[in-house]
């Protein structure tokens, strides 16, 4: 029965103690969305017409992911190859459609109608490509089709899930079929793709030996050099050779495999291996050029966490024509662009402050830049002018950027996306070299956010660069409403800040920027809302007169948008509950509350025959308006447990994700307990008496969970042992007020003091 | 006369019963039945069990065998196994085998309410087909490694209890630190074994952290969780090492099996403590380190493992020790002897 008693107890103080802020580890609200990984104003695309490197090597973050691109390219060549054999009559999709969408029986249909040239069949009546090969009787072409089908099912990966090999027991009938059929044709288009079709086979069963000795056997019978197949292959024969154990090797022809086929750089840079220094310069004695070498340093650096400036310099010594070394280049400056750029002004916490290392490697790429450029051996220098100007302002040499910029200007003329990117430099070191901020550039700003398409992260470069100078200069309102706005602030209400920014609302003129961002970061009569969270704040100082004055000020309509009844208590709290169906409970906004606390008072020490009442009511009021009473949003915008669970140590001063200044919570009773308190020792009503008591010891109990040495969880599955210094009222109420209605009253609703009692 | 034959009957019976308790408890002594059962793990994407590693098993009488088969991730938008063991159909070993799975926590963010089903007929697919392919017939235990978040638990328990059902195994699971701890957050798997890793206690990805794979300290901070946790829990230690390569700062790969000494005379390193700093770009096993990049060199000592099995036992009562992982470059490090004291200071009474 007791084990049974104590678990309603117990159920009931965890009930209540979720209402009492905990200490957790994590935050709720948080959201990728709000992360910030740096600006970025270098156009990642410059290069996407100049080299088919670029998609490559600008996109190694994405390495590792999905290859679709990569897929899609290879395919798409492939189907490229096939249109021009059948002199450009059928569409990709067309072609598309017979060799990747359709099955050995649509094939063999097919093959039938163009060898009695008939149509062909129904599905395919009005596809050019399937005309073509019935109306030429290309039968040869169709029993290929039809032989990679048969190969399709040991070539591509089956089910996932299934534990079964692609090892086919037909494979070797498959492939002496497949080189019968090779050697039947002339057709060396078709020639090539047997052979492909025969060694992946092998490749596949994993008989690497046996795909080598096939590769070796047939290639002197295929003429057909221009096909990208070609690369195909090799990729084939490089992936044995390294499952044979000759990474060299097998590295070098993946290197040209790289270089020559963009559909497959994915997956040949994933196959990559170079085990040691030694295998590494056997790898570069391997290649017949300069740019055999460069590439195999381009693979090199184009891993994740590559320092692809290493890779460059000596891709420059080598090859410094080299079409890697551009790339390269915009890869590198991505990576530092994200460290550096706003370094001192930026919110957020990614990606952190530049440190010595990252200083070393910018220099390191500037000198490459400025070496490069000065030694004038490269064919295009419009890119690398440009992106000198702008590591030299990621340096923070602002004047030498400018000056390199100008005389890029006069180099790039013509070249519509390069004059673009090169505004937008130009633009944001304008930004950065503000040193102090007027009405002309706010203006000027202003405009320049509301009209500029030039990059989605220009307006928070501007508003973090304002931000800190508007902070510089002590224009704390506006600095704050450049990143925040009202919610933020009422988060953590600063005096500074709110008076601020109502001396600008007060203004008579306000300009764009301003008024901007009155408007849209504290809203619809902005001055009202803003003396309305002075009053609060004043309120949660207890500063009464200065809060009435500054309600005064708030027009009716804000005023009453937020309606609160702090004079209503019942034995069991209850933050969230609905609102009392009550006729007798009096809704009250924040300057009537504070009208009749102001009352009160007076009351309390004028009308000494009732004042115990009125302190009573007072301790009322004040602990609804607390953390832990159900008016809590009298004082506080926004309750939150998680607030208290990330600052443990700062007992009312939360940090909070969003709000620069934390997040407040008002959980101080001690205001409640001080009336509670002088309500019972005036009074001469036991009734009276044994409330007060009772609400004085929920007040300790309040305080014995702030307690830094409180071990009590709200998951400990036992109603907490109160220590002694916070039993005083509960035994004040058990002492002397036991035989009063009320006491039983709270014996019969509070599990808690039931449980106390028992105890 | 009565009187005398029961005080006589008494004492009978009162020698026969000290007789009885002393044979127990001296036959408790003699079989060792308090030591903890003690299994390994095998976690590599290659089966290859050499002599050295099935004579180490036999001298620790594993009589367990804890296999990873394979991952399961999303990728591609789809929910694929990956790293499937290969080789396994040569193995022969006659002990049981306990089947593993890590499964990402990607895959339980990212898979529909209505795909658990599948899932769970693919998994038990393949896991058959892996364990018949070695040979063993039926399967008892399966265990699930997944590091589930408060966003993932509702779904990852529903796949637990739906895998159980559909399979009729026992369910093992591993449970992460923090698990424990938060565990009326984080919840209690419905799951029949529970496996408590206790290493990779630090932070990883911190540059200043001196050992991440077990640290004492860190350990004690979770002791509460550890004594009431609802489930008899069995205990993962650490057998391994490797090197966290630190490049700008930031943690970038990890080195298994490196041994610092073979760097200090090589000019291409300098060896600080237990860092290692990279003097000259070079390969060190396939991957390309660059001037400036830091090597952290993390092992456990076996003073560190019997300091951790010396607390454990205080905080958690176990019946089973599962060493992470075999491998021939651990068992070099970690003679069997040493492992048996490690083993010894459990108490599975």
């Known amino acids: 029965m007791n084990e049974l008693k104590l678990s309603i107890v117990s159920l009931i103080v965890i009930s209540l103690l979720v209402f009492i802020p905990q200490k957790t580890t994590n935050a709720c609200g948080f959201s990728e969305e709000d992360l910030f990984f740096g600006y970025q104003f270098l156009d990642m695309d410059l290069m996407s017409e100049k080299t088919d490197f670029s998609p490559f090597i600008l996109n190694f973050s994405d390495t590792y992911s999905d290859d679709e691109n990569g897929r899609r390219t290879q395919r798409n060549t492939n189907l490229e190859e096939w249109q021009k054999a059948s002199c450009q009559i059928a569409t990709l999709e067309e072609i598309e459609e017979i060799i990747y969408f359709s099955n050995a029986n649509d094939l063999e249909r097919l093959r039938k109608a163009a060898a009695n040239n008939n149509r062909p069949p129904a599905q395919w009546i009005s596809n050019q490509f399937a005309k073509e090969l019935t109306r030429n009787k290309c039968t040869e072409t169709i029993d290929y089709l039809i032989y990679a089908k048969m190969c399709e099912p040991n070539a591509i990966s089956g089910s996932e899930w299934s534990d079964e090999s692609r090892l086919d027991s037909n494979t070797d009938e498959l492939i002496q079929y497949g080189k019968s059929m090779m050697m039947k044709t002339d057709n060396h288009f078709l020639r090539l793709r047997y052979m492909y079709q025969i060694v992946r086979l092998a490749h596949y069963a994993d008989d690497y030996q046996y795909a080598l000795e096939l590769y070796n056997e047939l290639e002197p019978r295929v003429d057909e050099t221009n096909s990208i197949i070609n690369w195909w292959l090799l990729g084939h024969k490089a992936g044995c050779i390294k499952r044979l154990g000759d990474n060299v090797t097998a590295s070098y022809l993946f290197s040209r495999v790289f270089k020559n086929c963009e559909g497959k750089r994915e997956q040949v840079f994933r196959s990559f291996y170079i085990d040691n220094d030694d295998e590494w310069k056997q790898c570069l004695l391997m290649c017949n050029s300069d740019e055999e070498r460069a590439t195999l340093y381009a693979l090199r650096a184009s891993g994740r966490y590559s320092i692809a400036v290493e890779e460059m310099e000596h891709i420059y010594k080598i090859s410094p024509q080299s079409e890697h070394l551009t790339p390269l280049l915009l890869r590198e400056i991505s990576l530092l662009e994200e460290t550096f750029l706003g370094a001192e002004f930026r919110r957020g916490d990614y990606p952190g402050k530049p440190d010595e290392i990252a200083k070393q490697r910018l220099i390191r790429l500037l000198t490459l830049v400025r070496k490069v450029l000065k030694e004038d051996k490269l064919q295009d220098q419009k890119i690398w002018i440009m992106a000198q100007g702008y590591l030299e302002y990621l340096s923070r040499d602002l004047y030498a950027a400018d000056k390199t910029y100008q005389k890029a200007a006069t180099i790039i003329e013509g070249d519509e996306k390069l004059e673009k990117q090169l505004e937008l430099f130009q633009l944001v070191l304008k930004i950065h070299a503000y040193t102090r901020i ?29 931000a800190a100078l508007y902070n510089k200069q002590k224009d704390y309102g506006k600095a704050f409403l450049c990143n925040f706005d009202l919610h933020e602030l009422q988060l953590h209400p600063k005096p500074e800040i709110i008076n601020d920014l109502i001396q ?43 809060a009435t004055r500054a309600f005064e000020k708030v027009k009716p309509t804000i005023m009453n948008e937020n309606l609160f009844y702090p004079f209503y208590l019942p034995i069991i709290d209850c933050i969230h509950c609905e609102h009392p169906n009550d006729t007798t409970i009096v809704d009250l906004n924040k300057l009537e509350i504070v009208q009749q606390i102001l009352e009160l008072e007076y009351k309390a020490k004028t009308d000494m025959e009732n004042s115990a009442q009125y302190y009573y009511t007072l301790g009322k009021v004040y602990y609804n308006m607390s953390y832990y009473g159900h008016s809590y949003g009298i004082l506080d915008y926004y309750r939150s447990s998680s607030s208290w669970a990330q600052s443990p140590d700062e007992i009312d001063d939360y940090s909070f994700y969003y709000s620069p200044h934390g997040n407040k919570e008002y959980t101080d009773i001690n205001l409640a307990l001080f009336y509670f308190d002088k309500a019972k020792e005036l009074t001469l009503d036991d009734e009276a008496a044994a409330k007060a008591s009772f609400m004085a010891a929920k007040c300790e109990l309040i305080k014995y969970y702030q307690d830094p040495d409180t071990k009590f969880h709200y998951y400990d599955d036992k109603a907490p042992n109160l220590p002694l210094k916070y039993r005083n ?27 106390y009692l028992e105890k | ?124 697919k393949l896991i058959q087909s892996k364990h018949s392919s070695i040979g063993k017939q039926g399967i008892k235990t399966l265990q699930i490694d997944c590091d589930w978040t408060l966003s993932t638990k509702d779904v990852y328990f529903q796949f637990l209890q739906k895998l159980k059902e559909k399979s009729g195994w026992d369910i093992s699971v591993t449970i992460r630190l923090h698990q424990i701890s938060y565990k009326e957050k984080t919840g209690v798997p419905p799951a029949n074994h529970f496996v408590l890793m206790c290493y990779n206690t630090g932070d990883l990805n911190n540059p200043n952290e001196e050992n991440s794979i077990l640290n004492i300290n860190d350990l004690k901070q979770y002791k509460k969780g550890m004594s009431d946790y609802p489930h008899q829990l069995s205990i993962a230690l650490p057998l391994f090492s490797w090197a966290v390569v630190l ?23 300098e060896v600080q403590g237990n860092k290692i700093i990279v003097k000259n770009s070079t390969y060190l096993k396939g991957y390309y380190l660059y001037k400036g990049d830091i090597l952290r060199c993390e092992k456990i000592s076996i003073e560190t493992l019997l300091q951790t099995a010396q607390f454990l036992q205080k905080h958690i009562h176990t019946c089973e020790i599962i060493y992470y992982h075999l491998d021939i470059y651990n068992i070099k490090n970690y003679p069997y002897e040493r492992i048996e004291t490690i083993n010894r200071q459990f108490n599975c009474d």
Request: glycine letters at 2%.
């Open chain 1, 438 to 466: 007027d009405e002309n550039i706010e203006v000027e700003m202003f405009n320049t956010i509301s009209n500029t398409q030039l990059s989605p992260d220009l307006s928070k470069f501007i508003f973090d660069r304002l």
């Open chain 1, 504 to 546: 600008l609302s007060e203004l008579e003129e306000l300009n764009k920027m301003e008024n901007y961002l009155l408007e849209n970061k504290i809203g619809d009569e902005f001055l009202s809302r803003l003396y309305e969270l002075k009053g609060t704040m004043h309120l949660t100082k207890n500063e009464l007169a200065d």
């Open chain 1, 729 to 755: 009222y509960y035994d004040i109420l058990i002492n002397k007020y036991s035989e009063t209605a009320f006491f039983e009253k709270a014996v019969e609703e509070c599990k808690y003091f039931s449980y």
């Open chain 2, 1 to 124: 006369m009565i009187r005398a034959y029961l005080k006589m009957k008494n004492k009978i019976v009162i020698i026969i019963f000290s007789c009885f308790l002393l044979i127990g408890l001296f036959s408790c002594k003699l079989s060792n039945s308090s030591v903890p059962e003690v299994s390994f793990y095998h976690w590599k994407s290659y089966f290859d069990l050499d002599s050295t590693e099935i004579k180490y098993l036999e001298l620790l009488k594993v009589d367990k065998l804890y296999i990873r088969y394979f991952d399961i991730d999303f990728q591609n938008n789809k929910i694929i196994p990956i790293g499937k063991i290969q080789n396994i159909k040569n193995f022969i070993y006659q002990n049981e085998i306990i089947p593993c799975i890590f499964i990402t926590n990607n895959t339980f963010k990212n898979i529909q309410l209505e795909e658990i089903d599948s899932l769970c007929d693919n998994i038990i």
């Open chain 2, 247 to 269: 490049r700008e700062r930031k943690v970038i790969k990890l080195i298994r099996n490196i041994d610092i000494n073979n760097f200090k005379n090589n000019s291409n390193f």
